[in-house]
């Protein structure tokens, strides 16, 4: 498809739907992705900054790789936006995006593609760069072209609409003196020198060991990190911290541990980050969910039992303790362990030996004990369903895991290694998480903790399509809805409702081929009908005044054919 023959531009009321203005928290999103006004000065400051201190090379570079990553993102809109659309319609999602994002106008001059032969050549005008323009402004003339993050932006949305490399190049710029920029494009094998394109957009050397140190500073902090057989556990707020410092202070003693907190904070991992930090981390972890174990066999399964010790005992079996000697025994929901085990438990951490049920011979354990529990054992222990002297056995080191609405900023780490997760365990590429899809999951509540997002998580990998981002309505079947605004064809700013409710109505109007004028005779005398004649309720309920109605009521009867 040659400039000759390319059809207009389509209409951009479908991308201008797709950014909404939302005045209460102060964000502008489009479609998932959330976007930023930036004065264009900011960006000459920014780019005088690096021109200073990185040189023209390593900023011209720099510059290019972030519109490539702007373009990729804008190339995930296109195919969802337009799916049935004609290949070039589809296309286009980007040079409109790219005009409505404020960066530059886009004419078409040439558009050719071909996929069985891996073939695209595209040739647009640009007028208006705002990069060309900051720069002229500060350094003056050119002699190079000098839109370094628009071109990025062509060639990164191309590569991404296509899936396969393409590379642009401006060949023309207001800044060296021409009329307007002009940029050509192609797939990366099509240019003769398409290595040496390719390699603007591999990363600096200076900033390949600016990433390598700071690989080194996370490699040693998440060394630093409690850890067990499923890795580090995650977190960066004060909330956490504190936590973990608590766990290292304790995990070199023998000190019973209590772990508090609500369901699905992750008292577990916790118990196995304590276990894999200190001096036991080489023998066994035992967990036994207390809750889980009929009454009538919890003490069987905690103490062991001797052969015939009760009805279907074929032979003797070692209880969680004997089995977690040398290491750690984690009793989870420990507020639901019946009054009779307390009493045998209490015994165990006193004297440090079991004696298995139906047996007579104690049997010595060395085995470290955490607690864990959601439940509030002082106040279990005024209702008699706790032994306080279990309690001040139990309660020497405890520990409050706070639940996640209290660290916020450890939502984003956790979903991240999450989706990496399952991504694994599912075999799928997942693009990471839109914005929107962030911004949800900060907002959330989290009632059910660290174990309701993994769950979210893994439906919204399950959902995602393939080398997509996972967005909120993946993982929040109703989203909150927000008060927006959107861009209307004038360019003003109204209220998301009322544009969705303006289209519809302007369908209805087109669907049912009345005028203008045909449409306001149908209004008025539907409204005087309802009010019965009465003209001032009829002009209220239009939202006019008397007069007003009464004048566009003349002006029907002028316009009326005379009778016969």
Known sequence: MRASTLPPLPSDADLRRLLHFSPVDGRIWLSDQRMLLVHAAAIQALRRELMGSLGAAHTRRLLMRA??????????LARRVRPDA????????????????????????VFEHDEAAGHFHGVFQWDHSWESEVHQRAWGPQDAPVCWMLLGYASGYTSAFFRRPALY???RCTACGDAHCLIEGRFAHEWPDGEQLARDYDPDSMLVRIGELQSQVEALRTQLQPADDKGPLLGCSRAFNDTVAL?????????????????????????????????????????????????ELIESELFGAERGAYTGAMGARAGRFERAHGGTLLLDELGELPLPAQAKLLRVLQQGEVERLG??????????????????????????RFRRDLLYRLN???????????RPEDIEPLALHLLQRYAAL?????AGFTDLAMAAMRQHAWPGNVRELENLIERGVILAAQDEPVDAAMLFPSPDTRSALTVNAAGSLESEARSAQSASLYDTVQASGLTLEALEDVLIREAVER????????????GLTRPQLSYRLSRRQERAPPAG
Do not use: W
């Open 67 to 76: 519109g490539y990553a702007s373009g990729e993102r804008d190339a995930l």
């Open 86 to 109: 004609a290949l070039f319609d589809a296309f286009a999602v980007g040079p409109q995006l790219h005009m409505l994002e404020g960066a530059v106008r886009v004419q078409p001059r």
């Open 169 to 171: 190049k401006e060949v």
């Open 247 to 295: 766990l290292r202070k304790a995990a070199p003693t023998q000190v019973t541990v209590l772990l508090t907190g609500e369901t699905g904070v992750g008292k577990e991992r916790f118990a196995r980050a304590l276990h894999a930090m200190g001096p036991r981390a080489g023998k066994a972890f035992v967990a036994v969910n207390c809750a889980a174990l009929p009454a």
């Open 359 to 384: 047996g007579t011979e104690p049997r010595k354990v060395d085995v470290r004990v955490v607690a864990a529990t959601n439940v509030d054992l002082e106040k279990a222990v005024e209702e008699g």
């Open 396 to 406: 020497v080191y405890p520990i409050r895991i706070p639940p996640l609405r209290e």
């Open 426 to 430: 599912h075999g799928k590429r997942v």
């Open 531 to 542: 009010a019965g004649g009465n003209l001032a309720a009829a002009a209220r309920a239009l």
